[in-house]
């Protein structure tokens, strides 16, 4: 059966899944000073980055448009897809889940949105492991219910530098960040059930990063592994390092995209794990 499938940038695959299989990736919107840029498109995430501490007014993101999302499912369909599997952020974090839905619509069962409850990698190994699964010669109904089991088993850690920028999306008051930046605390947080809870903090980001450690150590084995970082790549590779020999599949290094970068700054540090 041919099947394609389809993701937003949230997803933060890497190009060497898109070129192996048949993932479309909608790339998602950051607005600066009034413009709309397409995430990794218009702008890289370094630039974006860079540019990030001095943007004024913060930049803000959006989704791209429902008929941006019809005119992808059309294509496909048209080109031979028999079924497509479009798989998105989370719908209590995103509108990118509703404008997928409401697009997909018009397509009755041949397109099926689905919620990943996820973010970066946490979404990604979900499409990557429907991809593989394709191309294998799975049936619809294994491959739906292959993403259903790596959403259950994913994880998705990170450590905020700052939490600034948490304060500029509305996520915490004026009083908890400055003191959280006076105390200069580092801030971990967890993306569970498309959610985003707090798992705590430490003092300095030495701290920080052995503690984010620990988090990955108390996971056990695991089949995927993506380090996640917001422009700190020799922190990500050095994170990298201490726990290869736990490590089982090719991992990824990946800078992790405006939507996520918008919210949570600079010189943050994650993982993104699927647990055996």
Do not use: C
């Not at 099947?3 to 299989?21: G, K, N, R």
């Not at 803000?60 to 080109?79: D, F, H, M, P």
């Not at 948490?166 to 004026?174: A, D, T």
């Amino acid at each position: 059966m041919n099947i394609a499938f389809v993701t937003d940038s949230t997803a933060d695959l890497p190009e060497q899944f898109t070129l192996m299989y048949p993932i479309h990736v909608i790339p998602n919107l950051v607005v600066i000073n009034g413009k709309s840029l397409k995430d990794g498109i218009d702008i890289s995430r370094r630039e974006f980055y860079e540019r990030l501490p001095e943007l004024n007014p913060p930049p803000t993101t959006s989704t791209a448009s429902i008929g941006v999302y019809q005119q992808l499912y059309e294509t496909l369909l048209q080109q031979g897809a028999q079924s497509i599997i479009s798989i998105h952020a989370p719908k209590l974090l995103s509108g990118i889940y509703n404008t997928a839905n409401t697009a997909a619509q018009a397509f009755g069962d041949r397109v099926q949105v689905l919620d990943s409850e996820q973010l970066s990698l946490g979404l990604g190994f979900q499409v990557i492991a429907a991809a593989e699964a394709a191309a294998r010669g799975a049936s619809l109904d294994t491959i739906l219910k292959l993403i259903d089991d790596v959403r259950k088993r994913v994880r998705v850690f990170a450590m905020l530098d700052t939490l600034e920028y948490v304060r500029r999306s509305g996520r915490v008051s004026w009083a908890k960040a400055r003191i959280g930046n006076l105390l200069q605390l580092k801030s971990f947080i967890e993306l569970r059930d498309g959610k985003v809870f707090n798992m705590g903090q430490a003092r300095t980001r030495t701290k920080g990063i052995n503690r984010l450690r620990k988090f990955l150590q108390e996971l056990g084995p695991f089949d995927r592994l993506a380090i996640l970082h917001t422009n700190t790549e020799s922190d990500a590779h050095e994170f990298l390092e201490t726990i290869k020999p736990k490590i089982v599949k090719d991992p990824l290094i990946v800078n992790v995209n405006t939507v996520i970068g918008t919210h949570v700054g600079p010189n943050g540090l994650g993982f993104a794990v699927v647990i055996q």
